[in-house]
């Protein structure tokens, strides 16, 4: 086989287990930075986030892994999938370690958790503050 083929081999079966890996964490990881984020946006913003670091950052290492065309087919492969695999455990670390830093930052307060009291607004009070009891 030529080098060409050996490559692109690697590349879509490391694509493709990345795509996996985003599929199979999907869910949970939208589930758990829902409660996190405290609001589907931020979740969603996140979510994004860590479904392309997961992807991209393995696929850029098995394209810089080209081909030398000495070692049999299954060598090349499985040593393009080494460093490629590698690299996508460690971006599933680091997207937890992003995670776990900054979305996670403090959760926003609905506003009926923001304070105890009740403005009264009526042309009498204009506007008083009394704790609510």
């Known amino acids: 086989m030529n080098d060409g083929f050996t490559f692109l ?6 694509v493709s287990v990345a ?15 829902v409660e996190i984020c405290g609001g589907e946006g931020r979740a969603g913003f996140w979510t994004v986030f860590a479904n392309v670091a997961v992807i991209i950052i393995p696929s850029i290492i098995a394209l810089s892994k080209i081909p030398t065309g000495k070692a049999p087919l299954l060598a090349e492969i499985a040593g393009q999938l080494k460093w490629s695999m590698s690299a996508l455990i460690l971006s599933v670390l680091l997207v ?10 403090k959760q926003p307060r609905r506003p009926a958790e923001e304070s105890r009291e009740t403005t ?8 008083i503050v009394a704790p609510e009891l």
């Open 19 to 33: 795509f996996s890996v985003v599929r199979y964490m999907g869910r949970h990881l939208k589930r758990m930075l």
């Open 9 to 14: 081999l690697g590349f879509v079966l490391t």
């Open 120 to 127: 009264f607004h009526s042309p009498v009070t204009r506007g």
């Open 96 to 105: 937890g370690f992003v995670l776990s830093r900054f979305a996670s930052g």
